[in-house]
């Protein structure tokens, strides 16, 4: 698909429901659909919307549909540029810091055009390797009544890796996007979207997009608390409303969730 044919816009169907929830799901990762609905069911109603990124397959198609909506983003050719079409020398510098890159890159720019899609005023954008552990009921009241978006900054240690791997600059502050509070409307994030279209070759993923759009154009995020968005890099959390499994840690959430049916006979197919 041309990208001059990828439209850019907020969606213009709202639900009756003025708070919810959305979750993109790509192939590489709907395995998890069912451990993050279990913990996240536990301990919220709030409706959810399902934003398949156009490849998930039937089964998980049908068993999303039977827990909430689906909207699918209708990419025909992926805009994402291929490694052929980025700087060689930056190329290399991303396969150092990430050896899936070159298979994450796609969803991950994908993103900004899913959080266009949701049908909510008020919306909580949940990664699927989000363990949700308490009641999100007062998020929505406390961070977006005079903000628009709302995101938990990365701890000083990822800060500082960033920097040095090239990723931000020194003055850049990078705020994690597994866990976004957002109004419907919100202008940063329609720029992030035409951002993610045009510039995607100069950056290895959308996280470093948005650090750069809010460094040049000074927009305000308001911060959440960690315990929000707490990386499991930094140990287990037991006052955190949300634990990230975030990057290589999948691997141990994966064990866990391997635990959970081997020894206490849950079931977290898509069957």
């Not at 709030?46 to 990124?53: A, K, M, R």
């Not at 008020?122 to 709302?150: H, M, P």
């Not at 597994?178 to 290895?204: M, S, T, Y």
Request: hydrophobic letters at 40%; one cysteine or more; glycine letters at 4%.
């Amino acid at each position: 698909m041309a990208k001059s044919k990828i439209k850019v816009e907020w969606t213009k169907r709202l639900s009756k429901e003025p708070e919810g929830v959305i979750v993109g799901c790509s192939k590489t990762q709907e395995t998890l659909l069912p451990w993050w609905w279990m913990n996240f069911r536990l301990h919220n109603n709030l409706p959810v919307t399902f934003i398949n990124f156009g490849d998930l397959s039937n089964p998980a198609i049908n068993w999303c549909k039977r827990r909430g909506n689906v909207i699918t983003l209708n990419f025909k050719d992926c805009f994402v540029a291929k490694r052929e079409d980025i700087d060689p020398s930056l190329a290399t510098q991303w396969e150092q810091t990430n050896s899936y890159v070159w298979i994450h890159r796609p969803a991950w720019f994908r993103k900004p055009f899913a959080l266009l899609k949701s049908p909510y005023r008020n919306t909580l954008w949940i990664d699927l390797d989000c363990q949700v552990r308490g009641s999100l009921k007062d998020l929505f009241s406390d961070y977006l009544e005079e903000a628009e978006i709302a995101m938990a900054p990365e701890p000083e240690k990822e800060q500082q890796l960033n920097r040095e791997r090239g990723h931000t600059s020194p003055n850049e502050i990078m705020y994690n996007a597994g866990v976004i509070a957002f109004n419907h409307g919100c202008p940063l994030i329609l720029e992030w979207a035409k951002r993610a279209l045009d510039q995607n070759h100069l950056f290895i993923g959308d996280q470093q997009l948005l650090v750069r759009i809010l460094h040049d154009q000074n927009w305000k995020i308001e911060p959440l608390p960690l315990w929000y968005n707490w990386p499991v890099s930094h140990g287990f959390n037991p006052e955190a409303t949300i634990l990230h499994w975030w990057g290589s840690y999948k691997a141990g959430l994966l064990v866990h969730i391997e635990n959970l049916e081997k020894y206490f006979y849950i079931n977290l197919s898509l069957f």
